[in-house]
C-alpha cells in the first residue's frame, strides 16, 4: 500500500455532502484558531505558540477518521487535531497560559500533548496492548513528525506494536522540517512510510494537503489496526511558518529543497475551490462557517482569561506522589522567587 489520491469527484469519495462541509468547518476553525494564537502570543498574552498553518487538511483529516472511543496521543503542534475532536479550544489556550486543563469537561479520550520528541509512541503502543488485553474494540493514533522519526522511541514504539498486534496507526505528519532540519538530513530512507516494513506492517504516504484523502487513508488504517494490523501512516503537508514564535525560518529555509506545489499549496484554499467546483459550498455557506469560527474563538478567549492564574506549585504536583529531594529544593527555590519578584502581580 503505498498511493497518493488525487482529488475525485466528490460522488467517488465514501464522503457525503455533508461530511465534505463538516470537514471544511473544521479546517476553518483550525486556520482561525491558529492565526488567533499567533496574535495572542505576539502581545504577550501566552507563552510561544506553534504555527500549524498548512498542515490544517492533514490535522483534520485524520482527526476526522477517528472513532469517539479512540486514544489521540497528540504533540504541541496538532492542536487543529484535538479543537476538531472538540477539545475545548480555551484548553488549547490555557496550557499555553500555564494552566493544567487539556481537555477539560471532555470524554473523548486524548493524552496530553507530548512536548517531548517521540516520547507518546511507545504509549500509544502500551495503550494499544492494553486494549488487547482488556478486549477493548477500540484504537490509538499516534500523531508525530518527521522528526521524531530519528529517536529511539520511534524504533521501540513501532516495534512493540508490530510483535504484539497492537491497534495503533502512526501518524508521521511529515511537514518538511523538524525545526531547521529538513527531511532529506532526517533520514536517508526513500519514505518515511516504508521504514514500516522493517516492524512487519503497512506504510502507507498520502497528499496530506487533501483532506478527504487523508481522512480515508486513516480511516482505512484504523479499521485494519482494529484487525491487529497497524499501519505506518505518512501525511505529506509542509510547515508555512516558523516552528515555533521563537524561530525565524528566513535563517535557513533556503536549505530546502524544491518540492512540488501540492505539497507547499495552501490545503484551506485549495479545499475551498475543490468544494466550490463541487457545488457544495458558496459565497453564504463561507461567510457562515468564518462567523462561527469567530464566535467560537471568541468565547474561547473570554473563557481562558476568566481563569485563575496557573499555580507555580503544578508543575511539581502531578509526577511524583511526594517529590524527590532534588525537586523539593527546586520547589522551595521557585516559592521564594515568585514571592521576591510578585511574578503573578504582573498583568499577563
Ligand atoms: C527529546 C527531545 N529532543 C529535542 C527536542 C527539541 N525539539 C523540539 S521540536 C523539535 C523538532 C521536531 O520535529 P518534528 O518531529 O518533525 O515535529 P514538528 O515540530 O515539525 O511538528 C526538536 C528537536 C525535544 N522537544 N525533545
Ligand atoms: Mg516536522
Redesign the pocket.
Known amino acids: 500500500m503505498n498511493r497518493i489520491i488525487g482529488e475525485r469527484d466528490l460522488r467517488e469519495t465514501p464522503f457525503s455532502v455533508e461530511e465534505a462541509r463538516a470537514t471544511y468547518r473544521q479546517m476553518v476553525r483550525a486556520r482561525e484558531f491558529d492565526e488567533r494564537a499567533l496574535a495572542l502570543q505576539r502581545r504577550g498574552w501566552m507563552s510561544s505558540w506553534?504555527p500549524y498553518r498548512g498542515q490544517e487538511g492533514s490535522q483534520v483529516g485524520a482527526a476526522l477518521a477517528m472513532a469517539d472511543a479512540d486514544w489521540l496521543f497528540p504533540?504541541y503542534?496538532s492542536n487543529a487535531m484535538q479543537i476538531a475532536r472538540d477539545v475545548p479550544m480555551s484548553d488549547v489556550l490555557l496550557f499555553r497560559r500555564g494552566r493544567p486543563e487539556f481537555a477539560s469537561g471532555h470524554d473523548v479520550p486524548n493524552f496530553p500533548q507530548a512536548?517531548?520528541?517521540?516520547t507518546q509512541i511507545p504509549h500509544a503502543a502500551g495503550v494499544g496492548m492494553a486494549m488487547n488485553y482488556r478486549d477493548d474494540d477500540g484504537a490509538a493514533l499516534c500523531y508525530?513528525?518527521?522528526?521524531?522519526t530519528s529517536?529511539g522511541d520511534f524504533h521501540e514504539g513501532l516495534n512493540f506494536a508490530g510483535v504484539f498486534d497492537a491497534p495503533v496507526v502512526f501518524f508521521c505528519?511529515n511537514?518538511e522540517?523538524?525545526?531547521s532540519l529538513p527531511r532529506h538530513r532526517q533520514t536517508a530512507s526513500d519514505s518515511i512510510a516504508g521504514k514500516a516494513q522493517a516492524y512487519g506492517f503497512e506504510g502507507v504516504q498520502v497528499d496530506g494537503n487533501d483532506p478527504l484523502a487523508v481522512r480515508e487513508t486513516v480511516s482505512e488504517a484504523l479499521a485494519s489496526a482494529r484487525d491487529g494490523d497497524p499501519v505506518l501512516v505518512e501525511s505529506l503537508t509542509y510547515?508555512q511558518g516558523a516552528?515555533t514564535t521563537s524561530d525565524d525560518p528566513s535563517q535557513y529555509e533556503d536549505a530546502a529543497r524544491d518540492l512540488p506545489e501540492w505539497r507547499t499549496a495552501d490545503p484551506l484554499e485549495r479545499y475551498e475551490e475543490y468544494l466550490r467546483n463541487q457545488g457544495v459550498v458558496n459565497d453564504a455557506l463561507v461567510d457562515r462557517v468564518h462567523e462561527e469560527a469567530e464566535e467560537a474563538l471568541d468565547e474561547a478567549v473570554a473563557t481562558a482569561e476568566a481563569a485563575p492564574d496557573p499555580d507555580p506549585d503544578d508543575v511539581f504536583d502531578r509526577v511524583y506522589a511526594d517529590l524527590p529531594p532534588r525537586l523539593r529544593d527546586q520547589q522551595g527555590w521557585l516559592d521564594s522567587f515568585v514571592d521576591d519578584h510578585d511574578v503573578y502581580e504582573l498583568d499577563h
Open positions: 506553534p504533540t503542534r512536548v517531548p520528541i517521540a508525530f513528525g518527521d522528526g521524531a529517536e505528519e511537514n522540517w523538524a525545526i510547515r516552528h
